[in-house]
């Protein structure tokens, strides 16, 4: 009971902190000392998110729970059921991996929007992330980890090829969806083409890789208008299955939030001091992984400004106490935190 009392109060106090950051005058300070969107015409809602992450207290930490496009509430639900507690942040998948009929795909998609909407009236943050399989292809996840040659991904980023029209049909479909989000006035950590710097995706490890993002960033924002989304790179950490992170960064003018991807408990200095350096001010976070982050690690690394279990993996590999310990301490923002904060 006394440790309980001692967690609700160092919450409320730092609750009472961060509403007065995003209250009255504080507000454009605030917003003032972060990095403006990559997107000049990015909605008020989205420009808060950012400076809100921009602005996180050193060594706080919004946990994150992702679920698939299938049952887009299944694991975070389960999260909250083991740890009494929901994920601050919400993540999603918008990419057709099952082989889906077009009808089918849509549908889905519409279950993600539906959902997204629902946690960000809450006060949840939501992320999307998008295993796209390669265009003109089964929506498969054996098609989203495609083996392609060096000149047949320049032909999808090259304008006038029959590669590049699937592309951006397939992205115009997508598009759609996030219109619906954009038009409740939901703000996303938009994460696609992650991992790029290891060899397991179509898109991995490509010379030109910032021509797909560019062409992705230019049809959403220039054409769609998706001035909701907020652009996050994810890389995987740099390990021995990966390049370093700077080979395949497309620029701090394209990107909003640099996340990397940590599996296996390797949470190894490098990869977040390293990360930190290249995003030159900008929030960092983890994007995926599997163990979560202990207590020394995010004492040794604080400035991660959320982190995200990927799917199953949150019960496979964590035990629940380890869950519910993870899940409440005093350092973790809820969505319960969150709400308050953003109401």
Do not use: C
């Amino acid at each position: 009971m006394k440790s309980h009392s001692i967690r609700f109060w160092l919450q409320r106090v730092l609750l009472l902190m961060l509403v007065l950051l995003f209250s009255g005058s504080q507000q454009s300070f605030i917003i003032a000392d972060a990095a403006p969107p990559v997107n000049a015409q990015a909605s008020a809602k989205a420009r808060q998110l950012l400076a809100y992450l921009s602005n996180l207290p050193a060594g706080m930490l919004i946990s994150g729970q992702h679920d698939y496009l299938e049952a887009p509430d299944e694991q975070n639900n389960k999260l909250q059921q083991i740890s009494g507690q929901y994920a601050g942040l919400h993540g999603y998948e918008f990419g057709g991996l099952a082989n889906q009929s077009h009808t089918a795909l849509r549908e889905q998609r519409q279950h993600v929007v539906d959902s997204a909407i629902r946690w960000s009236e809450d006060g949840g943050i939501v992320a999307i992330t998008f295993h796209q399989a390669l265009p003109g292809t089964p929506k498969t996840w054996k098609n989203v980890q495609a083996k392609i040659t060096q000149a047949e991904f320049n032909r999808y980023v090259t304008p006038g090829t029959s590669q590049y029209k699937q592309l951006i049909a397939d992205l115009d479909e997508a598009a759609l969806s996030l219109k619906s989000l954009r038009d409740a006035d939901v703000p996303v950590l938009w994460r696609p083409y992650h991992e790029m710097n290891g060899s397991w995706f179509w898109w991995g490890n490509k010379q030109n890789y910032a021509k797909l993002w560019d062409l992705m960033y230019d049809r959403f924002v220039r054409v769609h208008h998706l001035d909701n989304l907020l652009w996050v790179w994810s890389p995987n950490a740099p390990n021995a299955y990966s390049t370093p992170y700077n080979q395949t960064f497309p620029g701090i003018h394209r990107v909003d939030i640099l996340a990397a991807d940590i599996y296996n408990n390797d949470y190894k200095s490098s990869y977040y001091t390293e990360l930190l350096k290249l995003a030159q001010g900008k929030p960092i976070g983890i994007g995926e992984s599997d163990i979560l982050p202990s207590a020394k690690v995010l004492q040794n690394q604080p400035d991660w400004a959320y982190a995200m279990s990927w799917g199953k993996e949150l019960s496979a590999v964590n035990s629940q106490a380890a869950i519910r310990h993870f899940m409440n301490q005093n350092n973790i923002i809820t969505r319960e935190l969150l709400h308050e904060s953003f109401r």
